[in-house]
T-cell receptor, first 113, second 115 residues
Framework: QQQVKQSPQSLIVQKGGISIINCAYE??????FPWYQQFPGKGPALLIA?????SEKKEGRFTISFNKSAKQFSLHIMDSQPGDSATYFC????????????FGQGTILTVHP | ETGVTQSPTHLIKTRGQQVTLRCSSQ?????VSWYQQALGQGPQFIFQ???????GRGNFPPRFSGLQFPNYSSELNVNALELDDSALYLC??????????????FGPGTRLTVL
C-alpha cells in the first residue's frame, strides 16, 4: 500500500515536444506529491510539488496534473529541451509519516536536439 | 545559505566492515532523512532524525543506525557491510514539525561500494 508506481521507465522526446510521466499511488493518506529531477552523480533536486486540494499546478514549463479519485498524478514538461535530459522521480508522503518520501522507480528522459 | 553537504563523496569497503557517512543539513533545517538509492532505482527511506531523535524508520535492519547532533548534522552508520549495501546514500534536510510534510532538500550523496 506504500508503493508509488511510475511509468514509463524511459522516454525519448524531440526538442520542443511534450514529455509526460505518470505515477499512481495506493495509500490514500498521501497528501504531498513532489517531483524530483536527478542528473548523473547528483542528488535529486525538487522540481515541483502539489497537494491534493488542487488538480493542477504549473511552474514555468513544468505542470503537475492530479486526479485524486483515480489516485494518479503526472508531470508534463512543455517545450522539452536537451538540458531537461535527466532521471525524474515522483514521490509521495503523508503528514502522519513525518516526511518519509516514497519514491517511484524513476523515468529516464532523453530529449534529442 | 549553504545547501546540504555529504562526506565522503565515494567510499570503498569490504564485506563485514563498518562505515560512517556524514551529512550537514541546510542552514536553518532541523530534520535529516537518509535514503539508500540502488543503481537504477528510486531512493528508499532508511530513517529520519528530528531534534536528535529517530523519527521514523523504513524497512532496514538494525545494523543501519544513525545520530543527529545539536547542530542538526547527522551520521549514518552501517555495520557488518553486505554486498547489497553498495548504493548511493542520500541525505535530505528539511525544516519540519511533527506531522508536517515540508520540502526535503537532498545532498549530492555518498557512493558506497562494498567488495
Amino acid at each position: 500500500q506504500q508503493q508509488v508506481k511510475q511509468s514509463p521507465q524511459s522516454l525519448i522526446v524531440q526538442k520542443g515536444g511534450i514529455s509526460i510521466i505518470n505515477c499512481a499511488y495506493e495509500n490514500t493518506a498521501f497528501d504531498y506529491f513532489p517531483w524530483y529531477q536527478q542528473f548523473p552523480g547528483k542528488g535529486p533536486a525538487l522540481l515541483i510539488a502539489i497537494r491534493p486540494d488542487v488538480s493542477e499546478k504549473k511552474e514555468g514549463r513544468f505542470t503537475i496534473s492530479f486526479n485524486k479519485s483515480a489516485k494518479q498524478f503526472s508531470l508534463h514538461i512543455m517545450d522539452s529541451q536537451p538540458g531537461d535530459s535527466a532521471t525524474y522521480f515522483c514521490a509521495a508522503t503523508a503528514g502522519t509519516s513525518y516526511g518519509k518520501l516514497t519514491f517511484g522507480q524513476g523515468t529516464i528522459l532523453t530529449v534529442h536536439p | 545559505e549553504t545547501g546540504v553537504t555529504q562526506s565522503p563523496t565515494h567510499l570503498i569497503k569490504t564485506r563485514g566492515q563498518q562505515v560512517t557517512l556524514r551529512c550537514s543539513s541546510q542552514s536553518g533545517h532541523n530534520t535529516v532523512s537518509w535514503y539508500q538509492q540502488a543503481l537504477g532505482q528510486g531512493p528508499q527511506f532508511i530513517f529520519q532524525y528530528y531534534r536528535e531523535e529517530e523519527n521514523g524508520r523504513g524497512n532496514f535492519p538494525p545494523r543501519f543506525s544513525g545520530l543527529q547532533f545539536p547542530n542538526y548534522s547527522s551520521e549514518l552508520n552501517v555495520n557488518a557491510l553486505e554486498l547489497d549495501d553498495s548504493a548511493l546514500y542520500l541525505c535530505a534536510s528539511s525544516l519540519a514539525n511533527r506531522g508536517s510534510t515540508d520540502t526535503q532538500y537532498f545532498g549530492p550523496g555518498t557512493r558506497l561500494t562494498v567488495l
